[in-house]
């Protein structure tokens, strides 16, 4: 069975709490997410609006993302998608990153 993409859209966000609403809008189906990290990382776990058995987020213009949102958190948040996925200790979430 294929995966689910979602796509975001690195233009349209500046902060944290902007991401976490179209992260919210893009992914989530009767949740929100406020942009607590933690949340995000429960949130990857499914159960939260993800679908089953995981699915595929394409990054576009992650470097856009990288410099408005700033290296730190831009890493971070991309790490802990990672986590999430092929090679990460929560790779059975099955969640798949994709930078474009």
Known sequence: MEKIHYTIDGKAFSTI??????????????????????????IL?????????GFVLVWQDHITSRHRLGVDLFDTLIEIIRDHGPGGSEAEDGVELVLA
């Open 17 to 42: 709490e902007e991401f976490a609403k179209y992260f919210s809008a893009t992914v989530l189906r009767d949740h929100t997410w406020r942009g607590n990290l933690d949340a995000f990382n429960d």
């Open 45 to 53: 776990r499914g159960g939260f609006g993800t679908p089953d058995g």
